[in-house]
């Protein structure tokens, strides 16, 4: 959780990038988002761990539109797409986001419980809004971090040897 709007990105984007170059097998999306000239808001592009597609889960509204800009065709793909690699195994899924989608029951929800079953770490961002649903689906209160590099490599790190101690 963060306090300042799209700090998470960068910064689960420099984690994900960390934990790869570790040897961790990853799956999951960080976000990428680029100015757009003459445009308020945003493009948002999900980078799919480890290694891509790049998938666009924005979309244009107008100027003037006030409504959700999330595309959900794009994140749909996003999903599939990290959901396949859970199915080749992996140690770490990171999601950066549990979002609108996931506390409805749709987007990653389906990819966090393949992987928690599967004996698999996550990681993902929250905001304060979606954070009782995200208790509720888990059915416990999860481990909340601190928005902070060495915080987050430091649980993973924990983990990682809880898995070898269990393994």
Do not use: Y
């Amino acid at each position: 959780m963060t306090e300042a709007r799209g700090a998470l990105d960068p910064l689960l984007h420099d984690v994900a990038q960390t934990a790869m170059a570790r040897g961790l097998r990853l799956a999951g999306i960080v976000q990428v988002n680029s100015d757009r000239p003459g445009c308020a808001k945003c493009d948002m592009d999900a980078v799919v761990l480890p290694d891509g597609p790049v998938i666009r889960i924005s979309q244009s509204l107008g100027p003037n539109a006030r409504g959700c800009r999330l595309d959900p065709d794009g994140l749909e793909r996003a999903v599939a797409e990290a959901a396949a690699r859970v199915e080749d195994g992996i140690d770490l899924l990171l999601v950066n986001k549990f979002g609108k989608q996931e506390a409805a029951g749709r987007g990653f929800r389906p990819v966090i419980a393949a992987a928690l079953e599967a004996g698999a770490d996550v990681l993902v961002g929250v905001n304060g809004l979606n954070l009782p649903a995200l208790e509720e689906f888990m059915g416990e209160r999860p481990d909340v971090l601190p928005p902070d590099q060495d915080r987050l490599l430091a649980w993973i790190s924990a983990r990682e040897g809880v898995a070898a101690a269990n393994g």
